[in-house]
């Protein structure tokens, strides 16, 4: 059954407040109580490292797996950062969310994009410790299934879909990182992203796109699309579907007909067991809520393409 997103509802890292002032989805569509902006929920998070999650690749688009703490180099505020904590291929626990467009564009491809979402997830989460989540979104965004370890209650969530209305990407971006993704803490102990199947139009949300990109990035969220556009012809939405990858370190797809759908899927699945992850503490140590860029990247290897968001916001304290 399907569930209105409570876009107020509690959970958001040291940016709590700040989203608390957003303007929510209008009270009619909800199904449960809006959480007042004055009383955001607080919660502890770890305000002196930076979490850093990426893969490697070399120009042919193949997986380098093979490098150790010594090869990378972090650069913020023109000055080199001690890294403090490297591992390859993390075995930290996935929380994922599933975004799905069911607006009327996406009509005559539906089932293909059903069946392929659903051996995505049976692929990628392992029950013992992952979690994942569906979003739909059409004229509004309906949570459709909560974290939940259980891949069958995932995939029967898919296949309850039924396309219809408007298009509200922008919204389930933000609520999908601020309400959910971003709840469990400390937050370098997760990994968390989001799979979008969508066209990337967006003509009914109440956030903007770049307030749905920080929330992104302020929840340490990597956002992977997959654009449903089967016209060869590059659309404003296939940029947009573009940027949220490529400022989260994530990956965009554009598979030239729906069969390939399962590829760029498959594609994904590979990237999340393929990852790196470096934590650092920021010399000098900034709380001033501000996005600090940050250049990563691997020792005098130019022929080696990092997939790595370009900075962070720091908690304002």
Not at 189 to 203: C, H, P, Q
Request: proline fraction near 5%.
């Amino acid at each position: 059954m399907k569930v209105w997103v409570p876009l107020a509802a509690a959970g958001v890292l040291a940016a709590a407040a700040w989203a608390g002032q957003q303007n929510p989805v209008p009270p009619a569509k909800q199904t449960q109580p809006v959480e007042r902006a004055d009383e955001p929920t607080r919660i502890q998070v770890d305000v002196t490292r930076v979490n850093m999650l990426f893969t490697v690749m070399d120009k042919k688009g193949r997986f380098v797996t093979d490098l150790d703490k010594n090869d990378f180099e972090v650069i913020e505020n023109k000055r080199p950062q001690t890294i403090q904590e490297f591992s390859a291929e993390t075995d930290l626990p996935l929380r994922l969310g599933i975004l799905i467009d069911t607006s009327n564009s996406v009509r005559e491809r539906f089932k293909f994009e059903q069946e392929a979402a659903s051996e995505f997830i049976r692929t990628v989460m392992r029950s013992s410790q992952d979690k994942g989540m569906v979003v739909s979104f059409d004229s509004t965004a309906q949570l459709v299934s909560d974290l939940v370890t259980d891949t069958a209650s995932l995939e029967h969530s898919i296949y309850e879909l039924r396309p219809g209305g408007g298009t509200a990407l922008y919204d389930a971006i933000y609520y999908a990182c601020r309400d959910k993704l971003g709840q469990d803490q400390p937050r370098t102990k997760f990994r968390r992203a989001i799979v979008i199947l969508s066209d990337g139009e967006d003509n009914q949300s109440q956030y903007t796109r770049d307030q749905a990109l920080e929330m992104a990035q302020r929840t340490d969220v990597v956002i992977y699309t997959i654009s449903t556009n089967i016209t060869r012809d590059e659309t404003e939405g296939d940029k947009v579907l573009r940027y949220f990858a490529e400022k989260t370190g994530g990956t965009a797809y554009f598979p030239f007909k729906i069969e390939d759908l399962a590829q760029s899927f498959e594609n994904i699945a590979n990237v999340l067991t393929h990852q790196y992850i470096i934590l650092y503490r920021p010399e000098p140590l900034l709380t001033d809520g501000l996005f600090h860029p940050v250049t990563l990247r691997v020792r005098g290897r130019k022929d080696l393409i990092v997939h790595v968001r370009p900075g962070y916001y720091a908690p304002k304290m």
